[in-house]
């Protein structure tokens, strides 16, 4: 069994921002595997499903960012599953927008929900950095981290979350080259 979490703010005025596309990532999976309802648990949003021949939680933290290691470590505790079976889906701004890179382990980069994880769980989990691109100046961070996708974004977001979805398999399996490689090619 693993554990797949999306890193987001609850709330609709959330929904469009950057900050949220590991929310996305993880509504897209789930309606493309055809994942069960979602129930309230661990402080988050939980759907159960399949994705090739393993089983996989979905968790979307309804604590906000800066707290999300509170219903990751929740769940994890639950189900018994050590730190190896826990891949976090999350922006990305040292990616140029639309790029996605697995990486095992690592640093926080001063984003808030991966901080609040590592201090919970230590920093031994996976990543799927899903790229927003860096606004240029440090001033401007906050702003475009969270800032809604702009109208010409959508269109090429939405290419990126269904090539997520649809090579899940590979992620699930732990072909973590091999996802990477297939949601570039669909993207090409």
């Known amino acids: 069994m693993q ?22 990532a993880l509504d897209a999976i789930a309606a493309v595997h055809g994942f069960g309802a979602t129930a309230k648990k661990f402080q988050g949003w939980l759907q159960e499903g399949r994705i ?3 089983k996989v939680l979905l968790l979307k933290p309804a604590t906000f960012m ?16 050590g730190v190896e079976a826990l891949t ?5 701004l040292d990616l140029a927008p639309m790029k996605v890179k697995v990486k095992q382990g690592g640093g926080t980069a001063g984003h808030n929900g991966l901080r609040s994880i590592d201090q919970h769980l230590g920093p031994d989990f996976r990543r799927v950095r899903i790229g927003i691109g ?17 109208k010409s974004e959508i269109e090429p977001l939405s290419d990126l979350l269904g090539a997520l979805a649809a090579e899940a398999e590979w992620l699930a399996a732990g072909d973590d ?3 990477m490689n297939d949601v570039a090619l669909r993207l090409g």
């Open 52 to 54: 090739g021949r393993e």
């Open 134 to 150: 860096h606004p240029g100046h440090k001033d401007r961070v906050t702003g475009h981290v969270l800032g809604n996708y702009a």
């Open 3 to 24: 554990l797949w979490v999306g890193l987001g703010n609850p709330g609709a005025q959330y929904a469009m921002h950057r900050h949220n596309v590991g929310f996305m």
């Open 66 to 81: 800066n707290e999300s290691g509170r219903s990751v470590g929740e769940a994890l505790r639950f189900y018994k599953l």
């Open 88 to 92: 976090v889906f999350h922006d990305e």
């Open 177 to 179: 080259v091999r996802f």
